[in-house]
């Protein structure tokens, strides 16, 4: 029993922190390029990790890691860091941050049908009601009046299409995470998914720093988010989404996807000054009765 509340509580905590970062994602595009402040973010990721890492769970340059393994956690930071933060960051361009959080609340949905495909799991009634009240979510997003002229609704709805993008490719991520065996240093893993995910998005920036150099100017304002982002964004939200993800299946789990709509809307209101909609307030409620059906079965792992 305590097992499963710990499980809860991790993530619920890491969804929570993953949904703030499309907040801070949205102040950080207005002020950096894309892969330059990403390659930043998980600079400073590694920066922070590596030692916490190596006084938790020893020397992680002798961990021992099958290559099986090794290319499942290759895979996690092309699907989860690389191709999410890609299509996160290039849809808020296009819709705003709050639009963003309610088609986030289709990841339930996406992840326990990949692990029905995938990972061949099977999918209760209970557990298809609760993902299918979060879905519902993604179908509101799209029912409001969000722009006066037909290019901007096209523009809007090709944002919204990037970050449905963002969420296939989250849920993958989880699917690459299950199908692993190592699982006893979450710290570990964490790093060497960032590490991977670095290397994919530095000659990216290299390449951004040559051709928009005079866009890279790095100030105290513009650095706290990339902190955030970088620290509780990326190091905290993987390390408790590892841990968490180890104690129960991914049915369960996709159910806690549902936070992360539910912390992008409310911040998104707060911090960015986004005006609220009925279909938000709907879409909160629908994700956190989700949650509640979901949390309610005793699926353990």
């Known amino acids: 029993m305590k097992a499963k509340w710990l499980a809860y509580f991790q993530l619920t905590l890491a969804m929570f922190l993953a949904g703030s970062s499309v907040v801070a994602g949205k102040i950080i595009i207005n002020s950096l390029p894309i892969f330059a402040s990403q390659s930043i973010i998980l600079a400073i990721s590694i920066i922070f990790l590596l030692p916490a890492a190596i006084i938790a769970e020893g020397n992680v340059f002798k961990a021992r890691i099958s290559p099986k393994d090794m290319l ?138 040559l051709t928009r150099g005079e866009a890279l100017e790095i100030t105290f304002n513009n650095m706290l988010p990339l902190f955030y982002y970088g620290i509780f964004c990326t190091v905290i939200a993987y390390y408790f989404w590892f841990s968490g993800i180890s104690k129960v299946s991914v049915s369960v789990a996709a159910g806690f996807t549902a936070v992360m709509p539910i912390s992008s809307i409310t911040l998104s209101f707060f911090i960015l000054s986004e005006t609220p909609l009925w279909q938000h307030f709907a879409g909160i409620s629908l994700a956190v009765a989700g949650i509640c059906i979901i949390s309610g079965k005793k699926n353990m792992v």
């Open 72 to 209: 499942y956690m290759f895979f996690q930071a092309l699907s989860g860091i690389f191709l999410f933060r890609l299509f996160i960051m290039y849809g808020l361009k296009f819709t705003t941050a709050s639009n963003s959080g309610i088609i986030t609340s289709s990841g339930p949905a996406v992840l326990v049908v990949l692990s029905f495909f995938l990972l061949k799991e099977k999918i209760s009634k209970t557990i298809m009601l609760g993902i299918s009240l979060s879905f519902m979510g993604i179908l509101l997003t799209n029912m409001g009046k969000s722009s006066d002229t037909a290019a901007g609704a096209l523009q809007i709805l090709w944002g919204n299409g990037l970050v449905l993008l963002a969420v296939v490719s989250e849920s993958l991520f989880t699917i690459f995470r299950k199908k692993m065996s190592y699982r006893d240093k979450p710290l570990t893993s964490t790093l060497i998914v960032i590490v991977f995910a670095f290397i994919m998005f530095l000659p990216l920036a290299l390449y951004e720093g």
